[in-house]
């Protein structure tokens, strides 16, 4: 093969700047039978880095349950597809953006949004919305205001722009993110079944069709980069950081679906980490055919880019295609009319190689499969992570009254409002956003109704820290209750796993464990996984992140006029808690809020319980016997409640709890599997039926009411005082200086 006169020579500080162990380049090496050239090792390196190849991560990956009956297409594709009735599919996914957020908030997080989006609609379906999940640092930490201002501005810049309402999401604060925040995002669309567009090629000598912008030097090893741990060099790495363009990629939208609709696609990828490379390399692979690239063609931006720069460019919003024979000029002619670059820079071949030329010279000659199908996979050694002990709420004292500590609470960095965040993005575009953010899911009417898809991001990463499988459990559990508190039947999930150095054993630990736990509640609640990402190594100077797998979770309402709120409705409704309480501290957020204490083995899910709770919720709520439904989780029973009086502005006059569990534990425990409902009177005697036939715990608590959250002696608070300590804590804490 012949080189470029300038090609370096390969030397092993060269292999470790790009990534690779020695042992893996040496496998490269046997692999080719030759030493590669630095176009060569930069498609290795991004190929086989832990963003594209899952190397630490895929044994694990394998054991989830990803089929079920409503299921079109798991994972392994660009988004998960999964059937909604009436010929109608939603494709959905969730991805991150961390490393690159941290970096460069704004663009970080904008272009984490451009991502997930073309991850959607590369499958032919419209992007109808837009979710996040964010954890940021301590609030005390002087970084955390700006970075939380930079990635909610990138957030809202991006997806306002491109025209897609932001519907829900998550944002909380740890210290353990002082160094790597999270930004994963999640984007959902809507196809017809029978018009699903995948990634794997057919046909040989067909045109492999370069669509979008221009190709420009912004993001080279941004793939590479995010499967690294941060040092102290983090700021340096900003030209990693890719720089989106929403405008563009709203064109690209609609060029693509209508270059689909026009039957000129035969395999679509988008390019997103390692770009050009993985892109090819994937399309090429999936059909087992080989690529010829042309990179005399490619649309550059810079002049003088070289093969290895064009390779591995993270250039935003382009779109890799096989064309349909004697389509090429049609599919060109619908691209200009929308402004976007279109070229033909490569053939699929028989051959199974991948092929790039630039300048005459043939820059990398690679077996294409094996780019895929050799790169390493490892078991890595792992610690069974060590159980905490269960602490009991008669041995936790109480440090201050109930109307204070749920006063803290509700003012708190991780449960105060964040309407601050959301009000930033547009989440009423396209006019089908039923619910807003702020409830349990957001709702999202399908065209014209009365289908709507019910949406939420969900984890609780002390939960994880704590105790890695329960954890694991109840973030796929918390998921499925708030689908089914707005009246949804859960479909599947997709998920976004963020952990620390796997090549530590107590991290690869907690994800082991964390996995085990996700598998055996996906499997439990019959809400298989469709799509996913896995993000390692985040860690600053050794300092690794909590465990933070965050699950994206949709449901499907058949009839809007089944959907629900969690606001109380009116006064003189009796309010019933579904489920069992024993007053569970160990790692809630009272213990860590209010006594300044993380510790405790958290609480146990026991997943036939909450699947029976559920079943039973979603019954009444379709039934019309119910007026607001809020399930518990962080903060408890008395947050629940709190939530519920605030955005209903009705109080409530609740009963005292049970002189078997202390106070505080009663109202501030996080045991699982468990809603707050609020009933009409006529309708109580039918509940409570229906609930001992389904052999579900219901125990009335108080009734909606007044303008105060009172328990008789122990607590009497304004609801408007509250909700007022809850709307002002991150404005306040945003503007302040």
């Known amino acids: 093969m012949t080189h470029l006169p300038n090609t370096p020579r390969i030397t092993p500080e060269l292999v470790a700047e790009h990534g690779l162990k020695p042992e893996e380049y040496q496998h ?6 030759r030493e590669p050239s630095i176009t060569e090792l930069g498609i290795v390196s991004a190929m086989w880095n832990e963003h594209c190849s899952y190397k630490s991560s895929k044994f694990w990956l394998k054991t989830l349950p990803v089929t079920g009956p409503r299921v079109i297409q798991g994972p392994g594709e660009n988004a998960g597809v999964v059937d909604i009735g009436d010929g109608m599919a939603v494709v959905f996914k969730m991805e991150s953006h961390n490393h690159p957020s941290f970096i460069e908030p704004y663009q970080g997080a904008a272009t984490g949004v451009g991502g997930i989006l073309r991850d959607v609609f590369t499958m032919g379906a419209r992007p109808v919305a837009a979710l996040n999940a964010l954890r940021f640092g301590d609030v005390k930490n002087p970084r955390t205001r700006r970075l939380l201002a930079g990635v909610v501005a990138g957030i809202g810049g991006y997806g306002n722009s491109f025209g897609v309402p932001t519907v829900g999401g998550a944002v909380g604060f740890h210290k353990r993110y002082d160094g790597n925040i999270l930004v994963n995002a999640m984007a959902v669309g809507l196809a017809k079944t029978d018009e699903i567009f995948y990634a794997a090629a057919t046909g040989v000598g067909r045109a492999i069709v370069y669509l979008g912008s221009k190709t420009g030097r912004d993001g080279i090893h941004g793939a590479t980069m995010a499967s690294a741990e941060f040092g102290e060099d983090a700021e340096e790495k900003r030209p990693t950081v890719q720089v989106g363009d929403p405008f563009a990629e709203k064109l690209l939208l609609e060029a693509c679906l209508e270059i689909m609709q026009a039957g000129c696609v ?3 990828q988008d390019m997103g980490a390692a770009g050009l490379t993985c892109s090819a390399v994937e399309m090429g692979a999936k059909g087992d055919l080989g690529v010829e690239l042309n990179l005399d063609a490619v649309p550059c931006r810079e002049t003088g880019m070289s093969a290895y720069e064009m390779m591995l460019s993270e250039s935003q919003e382009r779109m890799l295609m096989v064309i349909a024979d004697g389509k090429e000029e049609e599919a060109e002619a619908i691209f200009r009319k929308w402004g976007l670059d279109f070229a033909i820079v490569g053939r699929t071949t028989d051959t199974l190689r991948f092929v790039v030329k630039h300048q005459g010279v043939v820059e990398a000659d690679l077996p294409i499969k094996e780019l895929g199908d050799e790169a390493p996979e490892y078991q890595r050694p792992y610690h069974e992570p060590v159980a905490r002990p269960v602490i009991r709420p008669e041995g936790v004292p109480m440090p201050v009254s109930l109307t204070e500590a749920l006063e803290q609470l509700i003012a708190s960095p991780d449960l105060c ?45 002390r939960y994880c820290e704590a ?38 054993p107590e991290i690869m630990g907690q994800f082991v464990a ?16 469709v799509s996913g990402n896995v993000s390692l ?21 058949d009839d809007l006029e089944d959907s629900m709120t969690l606001d109380f409705k009116a006064e003189g409704e009796e309010i019933f808690v579904v489920g069992e309480t024993t007053g569970w501290l160990g790692a809630s957020a009272f213990l860590a809020t209010v006594c300044d204490r993380e510790e405790g083995a958290p609480p146990p899910v026991d997943l036939a319980i909450e699947k029976r709770n559920g079943d039973f919720v979603r019954q009444i709520i379709r039934a019309h016997q119910v007026s607001a439904v809020h399930d518990v989780s962080d903060g408890g029973l008395l947050v629940a409640v709190a939530e519920m009086a605030m955005a209903g502005r009705i109080g409530a006059r609740l009963e005292e709890g049970p002189a078997t569990v202390p106070a505080h534990g009663y109202w501030f425990g ?11 009177a006529a309708k109580v005697a039918e509940v409570r039926a229906l609930a001992g036939k389904a052999g579900v715990p219901l125990t009335r608590i108080g009734v909606t009411g007044g303008a105060d959250l009172a328990i008789a002696g122990t607590l009497a608070v304004s609801v408007e005082a509250l909700r007022t300590r809850s709307e002002n804590w991150l404005p306040e804490y945003m503007g302040a200086a």
């Open 28 to 33: 490269f090496v046997e692999l080719i039978g």
């Open 266 to 268: 035969v395999a679509i």
């Open 417 to 461: 409002s964040k309407r601050w965040v959301w009000e930033q993005y547009d989440h009423l575009i396209l006019g089908n956003t039923v619910q807003r953010p702020g409830g349990d899911a957001a709702v999202v009417r399908v065209e014209n109704g009365p289908k709507a898809l019910a949406l939420t991001t969900d984890v609780t990463p």
């Open 467 to 504: 105790g890695p499988f329960e954890g694991g459990k109840q973030a796929v559990a918390e998921a499925w209750r708030n689908l089914t508190a707005v009246g949804a039947e859960p479909l599947a999930v997709t998920d976004n796993l963020n952990f620390g150095n796997p090549e530590k």
């Open 514 to 529: 964390c996995i085990k736990g996700i598998g055996a509640a996906c499997e439990a609640l019959e809400f298989p996984i």
């Open 537 to 557: 190594y985040n860690e600053t100077n050794g300092q690794g992140i909590l465990p933070t797998p965050a699950i994206g979770g949709v449901g499907l309402i």
């Open 670 to 680: 996080e045991d699982q599997a468990r809603y707050v409902l609020s009933i009409p």
